[in-house]
């Protein structure tokens, strides 16, 4: 991964140059590498950079990747760096402000260019693979909106065509999947300007939303877990008690109430704790499983706000396990299988496992934090499953295992977190009274599946482009009647739907059947069931796919039953014969 960074960053440096030459009085901030590629931030003196320069500036780069240009680094004193980057006023504020105290500073140079930078890059520009301008966005110098507008172009790199152009296709793809204008167009979810980063579930939205509460608290139910709903306000104290205040502070939203200082809750671990102790608690009522479907707000920049995968208020399917240490690993094993048998059932089949270790800042003594990652490792091999290591990316009270799911265009995602937690038992006083009679401090472990619920809507939005599988789609059946003669069968269609549990609407408008398919098609109903003269007498329906594929006519109870075993069997296709 060190290579490829250094190729990507080394990538910006050759579009600066490129961009340079088309506009010799550009002024440049920062180009570092991204996950798939580079930016760099760029300012001219009139005008602008348009998408239509892109492929101009691209075939430029071509040219400089071909030249062969060593990348050599210089480490100058600071004085002579000032008079170098004398005409490029960022890198003076840069050298005047951020390394104002180093009296020697990095430069590389390649071909004609030259730029303040600490490395590291390839060798020479030939070593770059397959680059490709992507897009322009607006940005600020150091990302504050208080300071001057800048222009950031991106880039793509990977070592190889095959690899950039694959990479591209994921992105159309993406594209064409992208949630936020899904969800507008089946009428799921909104965001207005009177609540920047807090979403608006609507109708259908709300019914997917409580589907996915509903399938949660099966599974919960089914394991012995209770449920518990605390404050979304607590006083700051408790999170100075927790560490929020303090390792979690710039995320958080406070007010003053009474005149006291009171916080609004980004996680819903403290106020479980406080339900814990209110009583004095046995070995025997161990473990305890305790969920809670918290809604959190947590404080995100606007820039990096984007429809429900990045929010200042979601709901996390949360669940905290109280346990004696013997009992750790059995727990752990338990919420592998019900996260990866989750996983399965909204269609995930393939997964990456990391387990997140100690981070830089974080509680508590270094060899309990090797118990708790041990314990967690123990359970992942255990299932003999394969997993990867993040180091110091751990929550800052105890280590995680981070569950990773691969959709169907190949992006993946982290959804849920299993983490190992033995300081918050502690800070909060926690105690159970073990068979020998003593007081002992229970294990916790925070425990979500889906992670956010608001998030794993919008990635099965994009995993299914809206076409839900019958059991989770907000409507499952639209009944829809030929010519009004048909209308009060219809109703009574709908009304048996309605109560055979068939989540299902009804479209007597004036409009043709084809219309009325046509609109059933693309708010993607899994089933329309077509009334007309001959199936009213008859007592018949004939069911269509959103596919366009025609079931024939049969028996509503027929149709009501095969519905019931594609529900019951979660399948991915709408209809089993």
Partial sequence: MAELNAMRHSAAHIMAEAIQRLYPAAQFAYGPETEDGFYYDVKLPEGSITEEDLPRIEKIMREIIKGKHLFARELIPREEALKLFADQKFKVLTLNNLLKDEPVVSVYRQGGFVDLCRGPHVSNTAEIGAVKLDRIAGSYWLGDAKNEPLQRVYGLCFPTKQELDEYVHRMEEARKRDHRLTGKQLKLFSFHDEGPGFPFMLPKGRTLFNLLVAYNRANNDARGYVEIHTPAMLVEDLWKTSGHAEYYREHMYFAEVDERQFAIKPMNCPGGLLVFREELRSYRDLPMRVAEFGLVHRHELSGVLHGLFRVRAFTQDDAHIYCAPEDLRKEIVDIIDLTLETYRDFGF????????????????????????????????????????????????????????????????????????????????????????????????????????????????????????????????????PITDAQNEVARGVWARLKKAGVRAELDVSPERLQKKIRNAQLQKIPYMLVLGGKEAESGMVAPRLRDGRDLGAMPLEDFIAGFKRVEAARAQELWLE
Avoid at 385 to 403: L, N, R, S, T, V
């Fill in 349 to 480: 089949n393939e997964f990456t496992i990391y387990v997140a270790t100690r981070p830089e800042k974080a509680i508590g003594e270094p060899e309990a934090w090797e118990r708790a990652t041990a314990a967690l490792k123990e359970a992942l091999d255990a299932k003999g499953m394969a997993y990867k290591i993040k180091e110091g990316e751990g929550a800052f009270y105890g280590p995680k295992i981070e569950f990773n799911v691969k959709d169907c265009i190949g992006r993946q995602w982290q959804l849920g977190t299993a983490q190992v937690d033995f300081f918050l038992p502690q800070r909060f006083g926690l105690e159970y009274i073990g068979a020998d009679g003593a007081a002992h401090t229970p294990v916790m472990i925070h425990r979500a599946i889906f992670g956010s619920l608001e998030r794993f809507l919008g990635i099965l939005i994009e995993q299914t482009m809206g076409a839900f599988p019958a059991w989770i789609a907000p409507t499952q059946a639209t009944v829809l």
